[in-house]
């Protein structure tokens, strides 16, 4: 079979998020996230500098230029726009973006926007976060100025990053005592609400924008071919992936997610306009995030939930213990496609791996560049399959730090010279061997992969 071209203008872009990558996490006025007042895992850095990209984004976004960027997806930080989560708006933060978006322009990158990517204001953290109500209005006036004040210059938003995400980390806590079930089942229904408020608003005042949700998924193995191994995977993947795209695109929550809450006493409390006010929201376009495929099997007596996460004897994993399966990637974009209907772009998918700075300033990383091009093949596939597919952004652009393992599990295509994990380093900037692979993946529009 041919393989098939990618669109002429397909967006081959690069990720970052705000709270990985511009540090200055209290300059210009910016307020603290949830991430600032965050105590890291001991020895591993903190979020206050990152790649200080806050500063140097003109030097990166020349480097992001010279490697044929076609877009960028990064995150706008709340806390730089409204400090506290709601109140008056920091012109400083509006102002900071807007040469972010000039400087964008200087080499015709795209910009692709998150309006939320897990730096929750510290302050709307303290009145009980999202599982409280008025952080739903919170975010849809923050979304609000933030829409119309850079209406038109960016087309693609997604609302929020890996909601799936938050509420698996939040019911991962209840069930170690921290809060409980039913609070993370909340949290995340008023997620949806607020999310899908966003969208409408979006649509009706800057008919221009494509905006949807940006879940984290994956595709979802049962250990055997036993019944019960299949049926746990099932579920799985009806609460951990399938449930975001249901509530968010179809606007209903599935059955199996749904029975679950119930289950556990946990179902949401709806206020009454709620699934109205879901339901009437249509993203344009689904974004999501994949690095690996999960396996489970059949829970047992002392499982709490009905499946249990193991290993896939037949896939490898990464230095980090996440399996690689490119494979597991076409299998979710066919099955999303199926179920949605709608064109994807990819907002993340990369290798974390530990990379050496040689003496002379080079930075092998073979196996980054196996991966992407392992997975750019099957996207490839996928879209010669006819599913429509139309951008892709590596995590991450450069090197910044990772949500759970500081700074040395690196992603970027730039190596930034941090030194030890937690000294500020020279902040020098790289090009990795995976730079000048991109490139010309870029160039080629794809067709060498
Ligand atoms: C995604 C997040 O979960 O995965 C990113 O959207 C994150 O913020 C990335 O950094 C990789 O995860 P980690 O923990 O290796 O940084």
């Known amino acids: 079979m041919a393989l098939a071209d990618f669109p002429h203008d397909f967006l081959w872009g690069a990720s970052t998020s705000a709270y990985q990558y511009e540090g200055a996490y209290n300059e210009d006025g910016k307020g603290l996230s949830v991430q600032d007042v965050a105590t890291p895992p001991a020895g591993t850095a903190n979020f206050q500098l990152t790649s200080d990209g806050y500063h140097r984004y003109p030097e990166d976004f020349a480097l992001f230029g010279e490697m044929g960027m076609k877009s960028y997806r990064f995150s706008i930080a709340w806390t730089r726009i409204f400090p506290n989560g709601t109140g008056e708006v920091n012109q400083a933060g509006l102002d900071y973006y807007q040469h972010v978006l000039d400087e964008l322009k200087k080499y015709h990158i795209e910009p692709v926007a998150t309006l939320f990517h897990f730096d929750l204001p510290a302050a709307l953290q303290k009145q009980g976060g999202w599982a409280n109500r008025a952080t739903i209005e919170a975010f849809v006036n923050y979304a609000k100025v933030v829409l119309d004040h850079f209406s038109p210059q960016i087309t693609y938003y997604q609302t929020i990053n890996e909601q799936n995400m938050l509420f698996q980390g939040a019911v991962f806590a209840a069930f170690k005592g921290h809060g409980t079930f039913k609070d993370a089942v909340q949290a995340n229904h008023n997620m949806f609400v607020a999310a899908a408020k966003v969208i409408t608003y979006a649509h009706e005042n800057h008919p221009e924008i494509k905006i949807g949700p940006a879940p984290n998924l994956v595709a979802i193995y049962p250990l055997t071919a036993r019944p019960g191994d299949v049926l746990a995977a099932n579920t799985y993947d009806s609460i951990r992936n399938l449930l975001f795209g249901d509530v968010t695109i179809l606007g209903r929550y599935n059955h199996v997610a749904w029975h679950l809450f119930e289950q556990f006493h946990a179902a949401p409390d709806l206020a009454p306009d709620d699934m109205a006010t879901i339901a009437a929201a249509h993203p344009d376009l689904l974004y999501f995030n994949y690095y690996n495929s999960e396996t489970v099997r059949a829970a047992d007596s002392s499982d709490m939930l009905p499946f249990k996460k193991v290993l896939n004897p037949f896939i490898n994993q990464n230095e980090f213990g ?62 010669g399959e006819g599913i429509p597919v139309i951008g892709y952004h590596p995590w991450s652009a450069i090197d910044l730090v990772s949500t759970h393992q500081g700074f040395v599990k690196r992603y970027g295509f730039i190596y930034v010279d941090r030194g030890e994990e937690n000294d500020s380093g020279t902040l020098k900037r790289y090009k990795k061997d995976s730079f000048a692979w991109y490139k010309d993946v870029i160039a080629h529009n794809g067709d060498n992969v």
């Open 322 to 383: 996440w399996d690689i399966d490119p494979e597991g990637f076409r299998v979710t974009l066919r099955q999303l496609y199926d179920r949605y209907n709608l064109p994807m772009i990819i907002t993340e998918n990369g290798l974390g791996a530990h990379d050496t700075l040689t003496d002379d300033g080079q930075v092998h990383d073979p196996y980054r560049i196996k991966y992407l091009n392992d997975h750019i093949y099957q996207m490839r596939l996928a879209i």
